[in-house]
């Protein structure tokens, strides 16, 4: 190019323009496409998220018992509110029972107050080490999110309204240290100081007086302390109380409605009385049988007298002076909240169940809500309805009438983990997988044993298929094996047993005609078994472990679900990989389903969204959030009229099969 310019001298200088002109204009027109093709991919992923629509959720089974306080009668007498993950759920009482959700927060809620009038929710969050976790102030009758507000670091521990409901009184936990005072009309931050002093360390309660907006007191390690506010500049100015030479750590409390008392409840099983206007100590009780556990929740009964629950799950009816006991009651698991009616009262325990009782005579007390107090391992509808589903976790197997989230049936197996279960084809029998090894058959409407099959596999039965025809029993277990059992009136007899797995068997689908199953495994293959020569037919080999696997209805393709977020579509026949879908880029996908007329799948894994995707697109059309754990399994009812999901923190999610889904 030099050579050219040195002999045509006389277009040297239209050729430096010509290279002047690249020089300046070349980087401006690549950085315009860059910036252009950026801008294209923004507004793709943006009307992707556009695309997908919440599915509407219709109701819960669930309660997360393990919030303090968490459960609230509303003032109106006709509501409950109370916490579900990371859903705040209110429940109308009596009659036909409905539900509403306030769903807002991305982590589990761990804090939750209703204002004196019942205007107002308050919510608070857990959220990763290092992270700012969230407030939510909600308005009851429109159920709307007025504001969110963000101040204490990882976890947000105890909320109260003052009683003009004009602040809110907010506690950290011990990586923040502090405590907060909000304006509720703003949702400003007006005031915070740390919790702890020279004397004691930090505050697990906080509450406001009954009558006095600028007056609070907070109970932790050691300390008992009474906060003013000043009206004109918030500052906070915290008073010990003398305590003297008790040393305590505080976990409930409890304010006369005059103001003068302030019951403390202790990890020590005993109440501190405190005087709040003199900040002396008034008292101790009861001076003999403490209560076992703690006392991990403490309410003010209308007549006066206390009423007191445990963490070995005792709710008593103290006296006011002597704090000792006139009335004593048991329920299953810690007794976490006590919320008061006109004359009757809720509990809540870590159990996840409500009871209800009449605060006169608390012996008569009854259960209101049961749900799963641990995580849900399986799920199934019986094949022709869409009213009943059934879920097994520690211990127990329960079957719910689908439309109302009713308990119908509980089979407990006292000490043993059950894995895995289904209902047979024909709805007669549910077969159920136990961590004992033992396969155990029971009747759905009496919730007898029909019988058991012993040491079926080593290290528990972790699946669990019956035939059509109702005459064989298919299982796998934590040791990899496959098992056909024959069944008879008599007795049940191992076929053949199948081994190519090298890890634990999740799942077991039988095709239509009984001729072929598929397994899938911890080891990352699917394997299709010939159910009469009893050998492998085809081998499927993902990139993770395969949680579970579905036949297409047809049965021409197969679908599983693996460790790596990722949903394989695979070809019956052969065996080849079709596709590949990233489902989750943050976790793990643990339930897997695909609806009767093959044309929709449901996924949900440990990101805690339900996700429905069209399955020839491939495409996410709706996800379904409020889930406070992972996502252990999930299923669509068989006439498509219900989605459910099941969480390993034991929550049951009804969602509405969107309309427009539908054939």
């Not at 302390?225 to 906070?236: E, F, G, Q, S």
Request: a negative charge; proline letters at 3%; one cysteine or more.
């Amino acid at each position: 190019f030099v050579c050219l310019l040195n002999t045509h001298t006389h277009i040297i200088q239209i050729n430096y323009w010509f290279i002047s002109l690249v020089i300046v204009v070349g980087p401006v027109c690549v950085a315009t496409v860059f910036v252009f093709c950026l801008l294209v991919l923004f507004l793709f992923e943006e009307e992707e998220e556009i695309d997908m629509e919440e599915i509407e959720l219709l109701s819960t089974v669930g309660f997360s018992g393990t919030v303090r306080n968490g459960l609230h009668l509303h003032p109106n007498k006709q509501h409950v509110v109370y916490p579900l993950g990371s859903t705040i759920v209110v429940e109308k009482l009596g009659g036909k029972k409905n539900q509403k959700f306030l769903q807002g927060h991305t982590d589990q809620i761990t804090a939750i107050a209703l204002s004196p009038s019942g205007k107002y929710i308050a919510s608070g969050q857990q959220t990763h080490q290092g992270y700012a976790a969230d407030i939510i102030l909600w308005d009851f009758e429109t159920m709307e999110l007025l504001h969110r507000m963000t101040l204490h670091q990882v976890v947000v521990t105890d909320l109260d309204f003052s009683p003009t409901e004009k602040f809110l009184l907010s506690l950290g936990g011990e990586e923040d240290g502090k405590l907060a005072i909000w304006d509720v009309f703003s949702g400003k931050a007006l005031a915070a100081s740390p919790t702890a002093d020279t004397s004691g360390g930090h505050a697990n309660v906080v509450k406001f007086c009954r009558t006095d907006d600028f007056t609070f007191v907070s109970g932790g390690k050691f300390t008992i302390r009474v906060w003013n506010i000043k009206p004109r500049t918030h500052t906070l100015t915290p008073t010990n109380c003398a305590l003297r030479s008790l040393r305590r750590i505080i976990t409930s409390v409890a304010i006369t409605d005059n103001d003068e008392f302030a019951y403390f409840g202790t990890s020590t099983g005993d109440v501190v009385i405190v005087s709040i206007p003199n900040k002396l100590l008034k008292g101790t009780g009861p001076q003999k049988g403490k209560f076992a556990g703690g006392i991990t929740s403490i309410a003010l009964a209308n007549s006066g007298e206390v009423l007191i629950g445990s963490g070995s799950g005792t709710l008593a009816l103290c006296s006011p002076t002597s704090l000792k006991a006139k009335q004593e009651t048991k329920v299953v698991g810690g007794i976490t909240s006590i919320t008061l009616g006109q004359n009757d009262l809720f509990i809540g325990t870590t159990d996840a169940d409500i009871y209800h009782a009449d605060q006169s005579d608390i012996s008569a007390i009854e259960e209101w809500k049961v749900c799963h107090p641990h995580g849900v391992y399986d799920l199934d509808f019986p094949r022709e309805s869409d009213d009943l589903f059934s879920t097994c976790s520690d211990c127990n197997v329960r079957v719910w009438h689908t439309p109302t989230g009713k308990q119908l049936l509980n089979i407990n197996v006292p000490g043993v983990k059950c894995n895995t279960m289904c209902f047979s084809p024909d709805g007669k029998l549910i077969i159920t997988g136990w961590a004992d090894g033992i396969i155990r058959v029971f009747l759905p409407q009496s919730a007898k044993e029909k019988f058991q099959i012993q040491h079926a596999h080593k290290n528990g039965v972790t699946a669990v298929a019956m035939t059509n025809q109702c005459d064989r029993i298919i299982s796998g277990g934590g040791d990899g094996l496959v098992r056909v059992w024959q069944l008879s009136s008599q007795k049940q007899t191992l076929l053949e047993s199948m081994k190519e797995h090298k890890g634990a068997v999740t799942d077991i689908r039988i095709r239509n005609n009984d001729k072929e199953c598929v397994s899938s495994s911890l080891d990352g293959s699917c394997v299709i078994w010939d159910l009469h020569t009893f050998l492998r037919s085809q081998v499927l080999i993902g990139s993770a472990s395969a949680k579970q696997v579905r036949y297409r209805p047809d049965e021409t393709q197969l679908v599983s679900c693996s460790l790596d977020g990722k949903v394989l579509y695979w070809e019956a026949y052969d065996g080849s990989l079709l596709r590949e879908l990233e489902v989750s880029a943050s976790g793990p996908l643990n339930g897997l389903d695909i609806s009767s007329d093959g044309n929709v799948l449901v996924a949900g894994g440990s990101d805690k969204l339900l996700k429905l995707l069209m399955y020839n697109e491939g495409n996410t059309t709706h996800v379904g959030t409020g889930h406070g754990g992972s996502i252990t399994r999930v299923a669509i009812s068989p006439s498509m009229k219900y989605v459910i999901s099941v969480t390993e923190t034991g929550s049951i999610f009804r969602w509405k099969f969107p309309s427009e889904l539908l054939q």
